[in-house]
């Protein structure tokens, strides 16, 4: 059993998945939470048995959207402290806007999914999270700080004024508030079917360093964040995204 436990949202998945392989490789226990059991099944399986723990990570399914699913993972964490909860789960919900109504269900399907994901999880494990040293680390986008994605855009930049005032609330406690905001990242299931040749070589080109985003690129910065040395660190957003926007 590892020392420590940390919560990841969407972590069958991309950039969870790596999240969750270099937490376990730091000696978390991690509970990874997803609405795709088989998916959250095998992740958990599969990085247990590499890091020879067989019960370094546990899947618990829930929509987390779902105030009342959000308490399946409060009973799975039972007595046991959290000291790190990593609010990745979400992405781009497409959407129609021929009437007003449409206009009304995309919007809050993508806050529902990028916002209130983060916000209920994170609400609901706050009397588990360890006092001092727990840590909060939001997954935001690129698209928070230039856009392009309508209420994606929108809802990830929300997450950054949620990510203060949490920040504020908790920093007494010495409790840490973070948002890692990737740019690309390729070879995760958030794009589906909708990146092509072209679009995966325009955003590459619009990167300083030539390439595009890993999931570990992603899962490095959120273990820093988590981890004892960053302790100074809080209410910042943490841009990994290869100079695509640069930091001010
Ligand atoms: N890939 C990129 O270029 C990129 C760039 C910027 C930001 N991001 C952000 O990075 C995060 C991870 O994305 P990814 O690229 O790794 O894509 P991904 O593979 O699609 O991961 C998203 C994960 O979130 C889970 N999820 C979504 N809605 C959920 C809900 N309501 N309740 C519980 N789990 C839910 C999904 O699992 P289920 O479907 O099984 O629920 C999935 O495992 C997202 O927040 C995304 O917006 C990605």
Same mark, same amino acid.
């Given at each position: 059993?590892?020392?420590?436990? +940390?919560?990841?949202? @969407? =972590? $069958?998945? @991309? !950039?969870?998945?790596?999240?969750?392989?270099? %937490?376990?490789?730091? @000696?978390?226990?991690?509970?990874?939470?997803?609405?795709?059991?088989?998916?959250?099944?095998?992740?958990?399986?599969? !990085?247990?048995?590499?890091?020879? *723990?067989?019960? +370094?990570?546990?899947?618990?399914?829930?929509?987390?959207?779902?105030?009342?699913?959000?308490? =399946?993972?409060?009973?799975?964490?039972?007595?046991?402290?959290?000291?790190?909860?990593?609010?990745?789960?979400?992405?781009?919900?497409?959407?129609?806007?021929?009437?007003?109504?449409?206009?009304?269900?995309?919007?809050?399907?993508?806050?529902?999914?990028?916002? %209130?994901?983060?916000?209920?999880?994170?609400?609901?494990?706050?009397?588990?999270?360890?006092? #001092?040293?727990?840590?909060?680390?939001?997954?935001?986008?690129?698209?928070?700080? *230039?856009?392009?994605?309508? #209420?994606?855009?929108?809802?990830?930049?929300?997450?950054? $004024?949620?990510?203060?005032?949490?920040?504020? *609330?908790?920093?007494?406690?010495? !409790?840490?508030?973070?948002?890692?905001? #990737?740019?690309?990242? +390729?070879?995760?299931?958030?794009?589906?079917?909708?990146?092509?040749?072209?679009?995966?070589?325009?955003?590459?080109?619009?990167?300083?360093?030539?390439?595009? @985003?890993?999931?570990?690129?992603?899962?490095?910065?959120?273990?820093?964040?988590? $981890? #004892?040395?960053? =302790?100074?660190?809080? $209410?910042?957003?943490?841009?990994?995204?290869? =100079?695509?926007?640069?930091?001010?």
């Amino acid at each position: 059993m590892g020392e420590r436990l +940390a919560v990841v949202s @969407g =972590g $069958g998945t @991309g !950039i969870g998945a790596a999240v969750v392989r270099g %937490l376990v490789i730091d @000696g978390y226990d991690v509970i990874i939470v997803g609405r795709r059991g088989e998916v959250l099944r095998e992740t958990a399986e599969r !990085i247990s048995w590499e890091s020879g *723990r067989s019960s +370094a990570v546990q899947a618990v399914v829930a929509d987390l959207t779902d105030p009342a699913q959000v308490a =399946g993972v409060v009973a799975a964490v039972g007595e046991r402290t959290v000291d790190a909860v990593v609010n990745n789960a979400g992405g781009y919900l497409g959407g129609d806007t021929d009437t007003l109504v449409d206009v009304a269900a995309w919007w809050r399907a993508n806050l529902d999914a990028n916002v %209130l994901t983060a916000v209920l999880l994170t609400e609901a494990l706050l009397p588990a999270l360890r006092r #001092p040293g727990g840590r909060v680390v939001l997954v935001g986008s690129i698209a928070a700080q *230039r856009g392009g994605a309508g #209420p994606y855009s929108a809802a990830k930049a929300a997450l950054h $004024g949620w990510a203060y005032d949490l920040a504020a *609330r908790l920093g007494n406690e010495q !409790i840490t508030v973070n948002v890692v905001s #990737p740019g690309y990242v +390729a070879d995760t299931e958030f794009f589906g079917d909708r990146m092509t040749p072209e679009g995966h070589a325009a955003r590459v080109a619009a990167t300083l360093v030539g390439r595009a @985003g890993e999931p570990d690129d992603i899962a490095a910065a959120v273990r820093y964040l988590v $981890g #004892p040395s960053a =302790g100074y660190v809080t $209410g910042q957003v943490l841009g990994v995204n290869g =100079g695509s926007v640069l930091g001010r």
